[in-house]
């Protein structure tokens, strides 16, 4: 199961269409709070959430997930990539950053890598 965590509505049904049509079963939330009460009552393998939400950001997001459950990768989606800190990236544990506007087939690509335990890479770094 993924979890899909963005306040912005056309980002969200867009990331459940992209990985509904793999097969995984999608839940959304539309803040952050939402999404941690979520993944809380749920079993998920793979969480997306946006860095830039009210309330509670995707920094805030990213460290919750990790304490409950510190295997689950947590891919932050960002428009705002080229200003992110890389210590800060590694502070909160997350696994990937995607930058928007993202494609179908990143998204393919990184779910793809991330299940199956290689996405320990951000996404502007090289495959091996």
Known sequence: M???IDDEEAIR???H??????????TVASSGQEGVDCFQ???YDLVFTDLAMAEMDGWEVAQTIKELKPQTPVILITGWWAQLDEGKIRQHHIDRV???PFSIDE???IVSETLEGKG???EDEPAP
């Open 2 to 4: 993924i979890l899909v």
């Open 13 to 15: 049904e867009s990331l």
């Open 17 to 26: 269409d992209i990985l509904s049509l793999t097969g995984h079963e999608v």
């Open 41 to 43: 009552r749920g079993d």
């Open 98 to 100: 995607v930058p928007k």
């Open 107 to 109: 998204i393919f690509g």
């Open 120 to 122: 320990n890479r951000r």
